[in-house]
């Protein structure tokens, strides 16, 4: 059974800085995109960032120049960089990694800004 599992949440100040990781486990050929999102109370899962096999990335315009995406391919791994936190970017965070051709979500880790 393939799954994906996050890690790196949790309490920080404004301005404060966490890394999230996301690892894919379990019996897997490949794993084309990967991606973070994050739902926070009373709104919609959004995208956050996504990467490419080959490396391309997207941001969402409210992340873009402080988070930064980046993979291994041969760990079946994803890291969000979140630097510059603020209070708005808490939510809980989301790995999204498309295995084999089935899109797979981890069960969130948890980040909260607040001083």
């Known amino acids: 059974q393939v799954q994906v599992a996050e890690s790196g949440g949790g309490l920080v100040q404004p301005g404060g800085s966490l890394r999230l990781s996301c690892a894919a486990s379990?019996?897997?050929?490949?794993?084309?995109?990967m991606g973070w999102y994050r739902q926070a109370p009373g709104k919609q899962r959004e995208l956050v960032a996504r990467i490419t096999t080959g490396g391309t990335t997207n941001y969402a315009d409210s992340v873009k120049g402080r988070f930064t995406i980046s993979r291994i391919n041969a760990n079946n791994t994803v890291y969000l960089q979140m630097n510059s936190l603020k209070p708005e970017d808490t939510a809980v965070y989301y790995c999204?990694?498309?295995?084999?051709?089935?899109?797979?979500w981890g069960r969130g880790t948890q980040v909260t800004v607040s001083s």
């Open positions: 379990g019996s897997i050929l490949s794993i084309s995109t």
């Open positions: 999204r990694g498309v295995v084999d051709g089935y899109i797979i």
